[in-house]
């Protein structure tokens, strides 16, 4: 199943559904067409069962350099005309959106190569796993211009990267290999060019035959853990533990354990965590 707008291709491969952005003449900028068509897929994503993992791409030369400048302009002169708060409210939804894709309940791989800066490099951290071809390069450029990050960056940076990486990265504006953020929590894995999609396929692949329940508590797991202290967060997991041992998943991957086997775990068992 392949769907397209003129500014997302849709693209089931397999247990995943690929959001590929699709404006290459504007460098895959963000604007609320890009945010209109990402909530679409996203929508999609959540309902279908089948669907176990989204992946983040896209078409063309570079993955996303921001947001689209000519649009974000032409905001600002407008909100300078009649004191309006367009930018801000572009702004917002852009983190309503990148939100979502942080905190979906499965897994969201971004598949990167060519150019993330900016808004680009804010969507590719609110992605859960990234994977990185060796023309991938990285950047916050917000200081480049007299700009600061709105998308989520000064916040979701340093989590992954470390505080004072983070303030490398915001402070020179500068341009960073995926081989020099490899030693980072960034980067998950770094492929050859040609290799990317059949990369991105196969980790999907194994991670499809996991426990879609199981993999969304972790998740959910996870992203509450680095916020709370490590008791609440220890308690937290022992609660999720005692609840998710009613799960179908659960009994199944007992019994295939008993039975040296392989667990086989149906989508229809997300409904009854």
Same mark, same amino acid.
């Given at each position: 199943?392949?769907?397209?707008?003129?500014?997302?291709?849709?693209?089931?491969?397999?247990?995943?559904?690929?959001?590929?952005? %699709?404006?290459?003449?504007?460098?895959?900028?963000?604007?609320?067409?890009?945010? $209109?068509?990402?909530?679409?897929?996203?929508?999609?994503?959540?309902?279908?069962?089948?669907?176990?993992?989204?992946?983040?791409?896209?078409?063309?030369?570079?993955?996303?350099?921001?947001? $689209?400048?000519?649009?974000?302009?032409?905001?600002?002169?407008? %909100?300078?005309?009649?004191?309006?708060?367009?930018?801000?409210?572009?702004?917002?939804?852009?983190?309503?959106?990148?939100?979502?894709?942080?905190?979906?309940?499965?897994?969201?791989?971004?598949?990167?190569?060519?150019?993330?800066?900016?808004?680009?490099?804010?969507?590719?951290?609110?992605? $859960?796993?990234?994977?990185?071809?060796?023309?991938?390069?990285?950047?916050?450029?917000?200081?480049?211009?007299?700009?600061?990050?709105?998308?989520?960056?000064?916040?979701?940076?340093?989590?992954?990267?470390?505080?004072?990486?983070?303030?490398?990265?915001?402070?020179?504006?500068?341009?960073?290999?995926? /081989?020099?953020?490899?030693?980072?929590?960034?980067?998950?894995?770094?492929?050859?060019?040609?290799?990317?999609?059949?990369?991105?396929?196969?980790?999907?692949?194994?991670?499809? @035959?996991?426990?879609?329940?199981?993999?969304?508590?972790?998740? @959910?797991?996870?992203?509450?853990?680095?916020?709370?202290?490590?008791?609440?967060?220890?308690?937290? /997991?022992?609660?999720?533990?005692?609840?998710? @041992?009613?799960?179908? %998943?659960?009994?199944?991957?007992?019994?295939?354990?008993?039975?040296?086997?392989?667990?086989?775990?149906?989508?229809?068992?997300?409904?009854?965590?």
């Amino acid at each position: 199943m392949t769907t397209s707008t003129a500014a997302l291709q849709v693209e089931r491969r397999g247990a995943a559904l690929w959001l590929r952005l %699709d404006r290459p003449k504007a460098l895959n900028g963000i604007n609320d067409e890009l945010l $209109d068509a990402l909530e679409a897929g996203l929508d999609v994503a959540e309902a279908d069962d089948d669907v176990r993992l989204v992946v983040v791409a896209a078409q063309g030369r570079v993955f996303c350099a921001g947001a $689209d400048l000519v649009e974000t302009l032409t905001r600002c002169g407008e %909100d300078a005309e009649d004191g309006g708060d367009r930018q801000g409210t572009f702004l917002r939804r852009v983190g309503r959106v990148f939100s979502r894709i942080e905190t979906l309940p499965k897994p969201v791989i971004a598949a990167v190569h060519g150019l993330a800066v900016a808004g680009g490099l804010e969507l590719v951290l609110a992605c $859960d796993l990234v994977v990185a071809a060796r023309s991938a390069t990285f950047g916050d450029a917000h200081a480049n211009y007299g700009l600061i990050p709105g998308g989520g960056g000064s916040v979701r940076l340093p989590r992954r990267v470390g505080p004072a990486r983070a303030k490398h990265l915001m402070f020179t504006g500068g341009r960073f290999t995926a /081989e020099e953020l490899a030693c980072t929590d960034l980067i998950t894995s770094i492929v050859d060019d040609d290799h990317l999609q059949q990369a991105v396929d196969e980790l999907v692949a194994v991670i499809a @035959r996991k426990s879609p329940t199981g993999l969304s508590v972790m998740k @959910r797991l996870v992203a509450d853990g680095l916020d709370i202290p490590q008791e609440a967060a220890l308690a937290a /997991e022992l609660g999720a533990v005692a609840e998710y @041992r009613g799960n179908a %998943d659960f009994q199944e991957g007992i019994r295939a354990f008993t039975e040296k086997r392989a667990p086989v775990f149906p989508a229809s068992n997300r409904s009854s965590s």
